[in-house]
């Protein structure tokens, strides 16, 4: 990558080396486990033009989310997320909401539920058919300005377009934004959800790193995105999801923009997130985070003690891969989404079973892959505890809990 996909501008810095790894969400059937991987390189550097960190665009959407194994739905904690928003998003009895990147439904059927019109816009055919099997009409498809004006004309203008974790999937980041701004009507609004790069970089969410995101905002980076495809930033609101995200509120109209920007955009600039300085020992704390995951593991193993994992997030085959974990460290893991039972792990290529498993086999620990929902998982594997058990949780450092 020579240039910025947001700016054009050629001076990009390094942030961090990941080395190489496979897509994260191509999980491997046991027929694939003799079949050879494709391995990309992962790093991260910064324009220091626009501040935009971004990956090299070396795996497409299509490659990522025609079949997808992420099923929003089974975060309870995500799903009341979305209930909440939904709630005091102001909707009328006649407005019309679209949601792009709507997944399962996870969101949108709340909507339905309070019998007001909506569309979703997802890529992935078998996710879609899950919202679709929700009562929650979906189309199939990557948003482009293209889809976005035939969306308008078939439908009418949107009220209310939300991107939830969307708006760092996508390469055409001037396009996807052209496309929210073609569904939108000329008074509407548009609520972005994306991961917070001030988050990231001080909380050492260096596993949230993966091909499937192609790019990290800062409030500053994320208005340039916007004004880009003809939105203006109008408010941020900091939110806790994901380890700390930001919900960009923008319109096609320039209106009063809430202090709310100004304050958070303070607290990038005194992170030095604006300029190099903020990046610099960035690499080198992600360095310490391998090394004490890696240590622990190996001293349990020599100990006799047996570690298995909970989850199979996308940010934990980064990790996994990252610190060369393998099934002789981390026997297996487990996930709440059938679709990945009986599968492998890309790269690491550790067994994914159920969940009931770890109470069948009773671990001395369990590593906590989704350690952004520590909250919710804390409460659903409080059973660990009935046999001495421990939770493990390796991100932002290495905390092992009773």
């Known amino acids: 990558m020579s240039t910025c996909r947001l700016c054009g501008s050629a001076s990009l810095a390094g942030v961090v080396d990941l080395g190489a790894t496979p897509p994260c969400e191509l999980f491997l059937t046991a027929e694939q486990l003799d079949l050879p991987e494709v391995t990309y ?10 501040w935009l960190a971004q990956l090299p665009p070396l795996i497409t959407p299509e490659e990522t989310f025609t ?31 679209v949601e792009v990147a709507s997944n399962d439904g996870y969101l949108l059927r709340h909507v339905v539920e309070r019998g007001v019109r909506c569309l979703g816009i997802e890529p992935s055919e078998n996710v879609g058919r899950a919202a679709a099997e929700k009562g929650v009409p979906t189309l199939t498809a990557f948003l482009s300005p293209e889809v976005g004006a035939r969306v308008r004309a078939e439908h009418g203008p949107a009220d209310l377009v939300v991107a939830n974790n969307v708006y760092a999937h996508v ?31 001080e909380g050492n969410q260096y596993d949230t790193i993966y091909h499937e995101h192609f790019q990290y905002y800062t409030v500053a980076s994320a208005r340039r995105a916007l004004e880009s495809g003809g939105l203006h930033l109008v408010d941020v609101e900091p939110l806790p999801t994901h380890g ?17 920007v100004d304050d958070v955009l303070a607290l990038e600039k005194a992170a030095g997130l604006h300029e190099l ?4 020992d960035f690499a080198a704390r992600v360095a310490k985070v391998r090394r004490d995951l890696l240590r622990f593991l190996v001293d349990a193993a020599d100990a006799g003690r047996t570690v298995v994992g909970y989850g ?7 990790l996994l891969n990252h610190c060369g974990v393998r099934p002789d460290l981390l026997a ?11 599968r ?58 009773a």
Not at 177 to 193: F, H, K, M, N, Y
Not at 244 to 260: D, F, K
Not at 312 to 318: F, I, L
């Open 41 to 50: 390189p992962l790093r991260l550097r910064v324009c220091t033009s626009c």
């Open 67 to 97: 079949e997808y194994a992420y099923f929003s739905s089974y975060s309870t904690s995500w799903v009341e997320h979305a209930r909440r928003f939904v709630a005091g998003a102001g909707l009328r009895p006649d407005s019309f909401v």
């Open 171 to 201: 390469p055409d980041v001037v396009g996807f934004t052209q496309g929210l701004r073609a569904l939108v009507a000329d008074d509407g609004r548009v609520s972005v959800e994306v991961q917070h790069l001030l988050a990231l970089i």
């Open 244 to 260: 700390g995200s930001i919900r960009l509120w923008a319109t096609p109209r320039e209106a009063p923009v809430s202090r709310r």
């Open 277 to 280: 300085s903020g990046y610099r």
């Open 312 to 318: 199979a997030p996308g940010k934990g085959n980064t």
């Open 332 to 342: 297996y893991t487990v996930d709440r989404n059938p679709y990945k039972h009986g």
């Open 344 to 401: 492998f792990t890309p790269g690491s290529r550790i067994p994914i079973l159920p969940p009931e498993r770890i109470a069948e086999d009773r671990p001395d620990y369990v590593l906590v892959l989704p350690w952004n929902l520590r909250d919710e998982l804390v409460e659903q594997l409080s059973y660990v505890r009935g046999w001495g058990g421990r939770l493990v949780f390796p991100v932002p450092r290495l905390e092992v809990v």
